[in-house]
Each structure stands twice: as structure tokens, then as C-alpha cells.
């Protein structure tokens, strides 16, 4: 089965910095396109970040470019998701997601899997 | 960026009835939408990609249609375990939006 677990949330000053992990598995890590979507207290839902399956193409919405960086070890079937200068805004739950991404057409799907998403409070 | 409109964003409703939830992207998407299922403190799982076709077992009763700005995801013969809330996302180029949610409630 398809597993993805986050971890390294918490509370953060605002300005600060966090590094969220997603240890992932049931399947072939280093084959699938990976993101990072989150889910602020008002339940509205956000796409923050996704890396090619060999890491070497990234996307970011402008909300978070420069101050967000996704990246990957395949070696270990690890996502993380570093998090600097971070603001009230950013307070979120953080979900790790598989994509469902057709390399061929260079076709997005869909987010096929999510892990059980990881809590950011960023508050002074 | 596409801006995506869900409606109605809450619906109460009975087991066994016919639901449908809309979702209305900014410009042509081109079929490049899923619809996600959100159930009380649970992740969100996919139901519909490429706006018509059903996610490895989802049940039936589910069905998605549409084309270019205008897509609806149907629930036929509600069941128990239907509620909860719904989310439309496209995939016509970044940023990936989603729609503001529609909560289904028991009657």
C-alpha cells in the first residue's frame, strides 16, 4: 500500500525556518512527480510545491517562491519541504502528495495520494 | 492564475438522495480537473482525474462531466460514508488552484 508520512511541523516565530520531511512507500519513489499542498485553518486548500521525480525540475506558486524550497532523496524515499522567512500566512497543515503525472505527454492528473499532513503554526 | 468557484460551498441532504456540485474555472481548463474527497479531520483522496474518470475504487454512484469553464461531480443514492467535503482542482498550467469546497451535511 501507499504510504506517506509527514513529519517536522510545529510553531514557529514569524521570520523563521522549518523543514517538513514525507517519508514515503508501497511504491517506486524515484518514478513519481511529488508535492507539497497545504490546508489553511479555513479549510481552503493550497498547492505550495512539486519536484520531478528525479529532482530536477521544481514549481512553486509566487506565494511562497524564493522563501520555500522542495527537494528530494530518492536514495532514501524521502520529500522534504524547507520553509524560510515564514509568516502568519503560512500557517497551515502541510499534506505530502503523490502525482499522478504522465511524463510522456508532460501531463498532470492529478494528486493521487496524500500522507495525513503534518501541523505549521507560525506565531510569535 | 484561474481562479475556480465551487458551489453551493455547503449542502444539506438526506441518505439515498441525488447530489451535484459545480465547479467553475476562470477560463477553459480543458478537462484538466480532479475532484477530491475530504472527510472530518482526514486527508483529502482523490475521486476524479481528467474530469471523468474515476480513481481506482471509488464506487460507482460518483461521476464527473464537464468541459471547457464548467465541470459537476455527481453523487447518486447517497451513502453514509458520502459525507464530508469536496474539492475541485484543475491542472491547466500553474499555479494548480482549487475550488473553495463544498460541504455536505446530514439532513
Redesign the interface.
Known amino acids: 500500500d501507499v504510504k506517506l508520512v509527514e513529519s517536522g511541523g510545529g510553531l514557529v516565530k514569524p521570520g523563521g525556518s522549518l523543514k517538513l520531511s514525507c517519508a514515503a512507500s508501497g511504491f517506486t519513489f524515484s518514478s513519481y512527480t511529488m508535492s507539497w499542498v497545504r490546508q489553511t485553518p479555513e ?5 505550495v510545491a ?1 519536484i520531478s521525480s528525479g529532482g530536477s525540475y521544481t ?1 512553486y ?2 506565494s511562497v517562491k524564493g522563501r520555500f524550497t522542495i527537494s528530494r532523496d530518492n536514495a532514501k524515499n524521502t520529500l522534504y519541504l524547507q520553509m524560510s522567512s515564514l509568516k502568519s500566512e503560512d500557517t497551515a497543515m502541510y ?1 505530502c502528495t503523490r502525482d ?1 503525472y504522465d511524463e510522456g505527454r508532460g ?11 503534518t501541523s505549521v503554526t507560525v506565531s510569535s | 492564475d484561474i481562479q475556480m468557484t465551487q458551489s453551493p460551498a455547503s449542502l444539506s441532504v438526506s441518505v439515498g438522495e441525488t447530489v451535484t456540485i459545480t465547479c467553475r474555472a476562470s477560463e477553459n481548463i480543458y478537462s484538466n480537473l480532479a475532484w477530491y474527497q475530504q472527510k472530518q479531520g482526514k486527508s483529502p483522496q482523490l475521486l476524479v482525474y481528467a474530469a471523468t474518470n474515476l480513481a481506482d475504487g471509488v464506487p460507482s454512484r460518483f461521476s464527473g462531466s464537464g468541459s471547457g469553464t464548467q465541470y459537476s461531480l455527481k453523487i447518486n443514492s447517497l451513502q453514509s460514508e458520502d459525507f464530508g467535503s469536496y474539492y475541485c482542482q484543475h491542472f491547466w498550467g500553474t499555479p494548480w488552484t482549487f475550488g473553495g469546497g463544498t460541504k455536505l451535511e446530514i439532513k
Open positions: 479549510k481552503r486548500l493550497e498547492w512539486t514549481y506558486p509566487d499534506y499522478d501531463h498532470y492528473y492529478a494528486m493521487d495520494y496524500w500522507g495525513q499532513g
